[in-house]
Protein backbone atom coordinates (compact mmCIF):
# COMPACT_ATOMS: atom_id res chain seq x y z
CA UNK A 1 0.00 0.00 0.00
CA UNK A 2 1.31 3.24 -0.32
CA UNK A 3 0.11 7.02 0.14
CA UNK A 4 -0.36 9.67 -1.94
CA UNK A 5 -1.12 13.51 -1.39
CA UNK A 6 -4.37 15.18 -3.78
CA UNK A 7 -5.10 18.49 -4.04
CA UNK A 8 -8.64 18.80 -4.27
CA UNK A 9 -10.35 21.56 -6.35
CA UNK A 10 -13.47 23.60 -5.15
CA UNK A 11 -16.22 24.58 -7.06
CA UNK A 12 -15.01 28.10 -8.65
CA UNK A 13 -12.17 25.66 -9.53
CA UNK A 14 -9.91 27.40 -6.75
CA UNK A 15 -7.08 24.79 -5.27
CA UNK A 16 -8.61 23.90 -1.55
CA UNK A 17 -7.23 21.59 0.88
CA UNK A 18 -4.52 19.22 0.63
CA UNK A 19 -6.07 15.79 1.39
CA UNK A 20 -4.04 12.51 1.92
CA UNK A 21 -5.27 8.87 -0.15
CA UNK A 22 -4.45 5.63 0.99
CA UNK A 23 -3.74 3.53 -2.46
CA UNK A 24 -4.02 -0.29 -2.36
CA UNK A 25 -0.55 -0.85 -3.96
CA UNK A 26 2.42 1.96 -4.51
CA UNK A 27 2.63 4.00 -7.80
CA UNK A 28 6.17 3.39 -9.35
CA UNK A 29 7.57 6.02 -10.58
CA UNK A 30 4.58 8.36 -11.83
CA UNK A 31 4.57 10.65 -14.88
CA UNK A 32 1.96 11.95 -17.41
CA UNK A 33 -1.37 11.86 -16.20
CA UNK A 34 -5.06 12.71 -17.51
CA UNK A 35 -8.59 13.09 -15.68
CA UNK A 36 -10.73 10.30 -16.65
CA UNK A 37 -14.25 11.16 -15.64
CA UNK A 38 -15.42 12.08 -12.17
CA UNK A 39 -13.24 10.97 -9.96
CA UNK A 40 -10.55 8.97 -11.74
CA UNK A 41 -7.15 9.75 -13.69
CA UNK A 42 -5.09 7.78 -15.75
CA UNK A 43 -1.22 7.63 -15.41
CA UNK A 44 1.72 6.00 -16.75
CA UNK A 45 4.55 4.40 -14.20
CA UNK A 46 7.80 4.27 -15.70
CA UNK A 47 9.10 2.10 -13.01
CA UNK A 48 9.56 -1.92 -13.66
CA UNK A 49 8.73 -2.95 -17.13
CA UNK A 50 6.33 0.43 -17.59
CA UNK A 51 2.24 0.99 -16.73
CA UNK A 52 -0.84 2.30 -18.09
CA UNK A 53 -3.17 2.68 -14.76
CA UNK A 54 -6.44 4.38 -13.84
CA UNK A 55 -6.58 5.52 -10.33
CA UNK A 56 -10.31 5.76 -8.70
CA UNK A 57 -10.35 7.74 -5.90
CA UNK A 58 -13.43 7.49 -3.23
CA UNK A 59 -13.06 9.52 -0.35
CA UNK A 60 -9.88 8.83 1.29
CA UNK A 61 -8.65 5.73 -0.27
CA UNK A 62 -7.83 5.33 -3.82
CA UNK A 63 -7.80 2.02 -6.16
CA UNK A 64 -5.20 1.56 -8.81
CA UNK A 65 -5.78 -0.85 -11.04
CA UNK A 66 -3.56 -1.19 -14.10
CA UNK A 67 -4.60 -1.20 -17.65
CA UNK A 68 -1.31 -2.47 -19.61
CA UNK A 69 1.97 -3.66 -18.79
CA UNK A 70 5.24 -3.28 -20.42
CA UNK A 71 6.50 -0.24 -22.13
CA UNK A 72 9.91 -0.76 -22.33
CA UNK A 73 10.67 2.77 -23.69
CA UNK A 74 9.98 4.49 -20.21
CA UNK A 75 6.22 5.56 -20.19
CA UNK A 76 5.69 9.56 -19.95
CA UNK A 77 2.81 10.51 -20.82
CA UNK A 78 -1.08 9.55 -22.01
CA UNK A 79 -3.32 11.25 -24.06
CA UNK A 80 -6.96 9.90 -24.25
CA UNK A 81 -9.47 10.09 -27.17
CA UNK A 82 -12.61 8.54 -26.77
CA UNK A 83 -12.33 4.90 -25.04
CA UNK A 84 -8.57 4.93 -25.97
CA UNK A 85 -5.41 5.51 -24.53
CA UNK A 86 -2.53 6.65 -26.63
CA UNK A 87 0.85 6.52 -24.29
CA UNK A 88 3.95 7.66 -25.22
CA UNK A 89 7.53 6.43 -24.44
CA UNK A 90 10.40 8.94 -24.52
CA UNK A 91 13.20 6.63 -24.97
CA UNK A 92 14.99 7.96 -22.02
CA UNK A 93 17.59 5.07 -22.14
CA UNK A 94 18.68 6.89 -25.26
CA UNK A 95 19.21 10.34 -24.10
CA UNK A 96 20.49 9.89 -20.45
CA UNK A 97 22.07 6.32 -20.96
CA UNK A 98 25.51 5.89 -19.91
CA UNK A 99 28.33 7.72 -21.53
CA UNK A 100 29.53 5.95 -24.69
CA UNK A 101 26.45 4.09 -24.55
CA UNK A 102 25.33 2.52 -28.01
CA UNK A 103 21.88 2.82 -27.66
CA UNK A 104 20.10 3.81 -31.07
CA UNK A 105 17.02 6.28 -31.34
CA UNK A 106 13.67 4.05 -33.00
CA UNK A 107 10.99 6.03 -34.56
CA UNK A 108 8.71 7.12 -31.62
CA UNK A 109 5.10 5.63 -31.42
CA UNK A 110 1.82 5.89 -29.37
CA UNK A 111 0.54 2.10 -28.04
CA UNK A 112 -3.21 2.42 -28.14
CA UNK A 113 -4.72 0.93 -24.89
CA UNK A 114 -8.69 0.53 -24.78
CA UNK A 115 -9.32 2.53 -21.11
CA UNK A 116 -13.59 2.07 -21.43
CA UNK A 117 -15.64 5.49 -20.90
CA UNK A 118 -14.76 7.97 -18.73
Known sequence: MGRWRCVLIDSDGKAATISEVMLNRTIERPDGMRRFGKNSLLLVESGGSGK???LAINGDTG?????????PDGPVSVAVVGTTGYVLEGQLKTLFGAVGSQVLPRPFH?????VGAS
Open 52 to 54: LSR
Open 63 to 71: DLTTLKEGF
Open 110 to 114: ATAVS
